[in-house]
């Protein structure tokens, strides 16, 4: 690959304090989602490269742990500047590798700096706790790092996922490997830099850049204890299974499909700009994203408004790119699906959506269908777009409460309603049908990366 033509040098790994070329030499190209042109290289790495940070951060745990936590925070007060004072490159950087917008990319980058503040709260609040059983007999609570851990995130927020899990992980004492998303691999590199900068010791973070090999060698590196996957539900359960099977506690979140369901009496408007705000918002890339909308009953008057809504998201815009040339062609192949099998109707179309001067771009525009049933492919995959499936239900059957939970993906539900009952009515069975949850409650970073010694 001729580096003369990447806009960035290419990616290295981030070992033992060092940023390093991989020892192999397979790598892939990393695109700008806003017009396809090449922003640089990342590598693929091995088994080997893994075991080398993996050394690095087994060395430096002995150390870090020992360091008391008040004196471990000074290091993140020390980063958060550097997000703070670097906020607007780190912006840029975000909008060039995911597509987003401007004020989407800069979103993103005060949540991981909130992230990092609550970080810094944890001496407050990871106390342990000592209880009199009996007299003179104590029983006592007190928590541990758990060592080497990892963290395998997804492409949709570049700075933020990792930012569950950096601060936390790191306050708490623990040394960690991080495996980006190949698809946005430059972020990540930035925050090593930054945590270099603001004093981190060598070996306490490390980058592993990679795919699935890399992956699959955490799940069974022996000296790795904990493992935070977040990412599609496919390879969630791969990690799931493949981490716990080599006895490590692993925190495993998936994919999502969230319903909206609008009851006849919800504001018109209000509703119209929530829902289209929520479907478009991050190109539809958000686990929360608005995917479904339960109309129930005679709600025309609101789909109309959504609609007149939806056409003032323009990509290019107010509305960014889709990951990849892959995303936007499996858009088109959803909508048609949705058309042809079972008569929904496309209301808005942005499937041929093209931003003019950046024809090369991934622009998917927002697309809204009606007449959806629960069970076409648009309504039980996740589509991960900005696009809305509208289903409808009559009263009182069938409740909207059942298509939401016949779906077998969470992550949120809403209501729209001026009636508090009704709303409490909805509240009360989304996700609880036969007292069944949809989502074992995951674990927080929090509790994945300390070990509670009673
Ligand atoms: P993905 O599952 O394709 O990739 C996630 C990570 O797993 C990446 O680092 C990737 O390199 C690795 N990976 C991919 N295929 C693998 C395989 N076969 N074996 C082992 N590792 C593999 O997810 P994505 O496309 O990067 O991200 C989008 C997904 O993440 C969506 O499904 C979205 O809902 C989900 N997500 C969930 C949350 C949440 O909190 N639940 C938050 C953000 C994103």
Redesign the pocket.
Known sequence: MDTLTLKYPKVQQFINGHFVDAVDDNYLEVVSPLDGSLLSTVPLGTAETLDQAVQAAKTAFPLWSAIPIKERVQVFYQYMNLLRKNIRELSELICEEGGKTGIEARAEIEKSIELTEFACSLPQIIGGEVLEVSQGVECRTERYPVGVVAS??????PSM?PHWTIPNALVLGNTMII?????VPLSVLRIAAMLKEAGLPDGVFNVVNG??TV??AICDHPDIAAIS????????K??YTRGTANLKRVLA????KNHLIVLPDAVPSMTASNIVASVTGCCG???MAASIMVGVGEVDHIVDLICEEAQKVVPGKNLGAVISSQAKHSHRKVHYRGRDIAGGRVLVDGRNAVVPGKEAGYYVGPTIIDNVTADMAIARE?V?GPVLAIVRASKPSPKPSTIENRNPYG?ATGVFTQNGSAARYVAERCQHRHGRRKHRRPRSARTLFVRRLE
């Open positions: 395998i995130v997804p492409f949709n927020f996922v495996k980006p998303s190949e698809q795919d699935k992956v699959e996957f977040v990412g599609s539900t496919k390879v969630a791969i990690v979140l998936g994919g999502a890339q958000r686990c996740e991960f992550n």
